[in-house]
């Protein structure tokens, strides 16, 4: 997803109604303060989040500067600009010190990274005691053919580069128990939760 094309194509896809999902769930998980948007990818999350939740402010990192090209126009376009902040960065080995923010996100990106280990125990790491937590991602489906039906159902009215996009991402993606595994190995504290016919999240309710 670091090619200026593919970026172009991902942020010009319809991800509103998975965003939405995602921003409902941030907030009833009751994420505010200070935030980190960890994979921002083409900055879709931030801005929505800084419209739904009054206090919050937040930082997307990626590592992709295609993308990141995306998140600035979409950040100065945003009446919430001055709560937003991208930075050039790596998931996996993150800059910020232990506790740093007080809820720590992440929307469809672990499956961009083949060993999510790292990624995972840095966005844990720098998440405050009692923070929230949201990591969503694709799962992958049972049969090639269960993703193909997959790529039918969820892209109407995409064009073949976003579609094939989609179905790889399902391919790469893990399987909730894959993910259990992970965070248990991890010693994360989360629940994993199956939301839709094609995303899990790994999640800490704030308290």
Sequence with gaps: MDTAEDADSYDAMDHSGPNAAFIERLAALGARG?????????????????????????VGVDLSKNMLRHAEKHRAASPHRDRILYRFADAKGLDFPDASFDAVFSNT??????DPRPFLAQAYRVLRPGG?????????????ERALELVRLHTE??????KELFRASLHAALTPDELRAL??????????VVDTDRHVSVQIRAH
């Design 34 to 58: 200070r935030m980190l948007d960890v994979g921002t990818g083409p900055g879709h999350i931030p801005v929505l989040v800084c419209g739904a939740i009054a206090d919050a402010t937040v």
């Design 109 to 114: 990106i672990l499956h961009h990274i083949p």
């Design 132 to 144: 929230a937590f949201l990591v969503r991602d694709l799962f992958r489906p049972d049969t090639p």
């Design 157 to 162: 009215g995409a064009d073949p580069v976003q």
């Design 183 to 192: 965070v248990a190995e991890l010693r994360i504290p989360a629940e994993v």
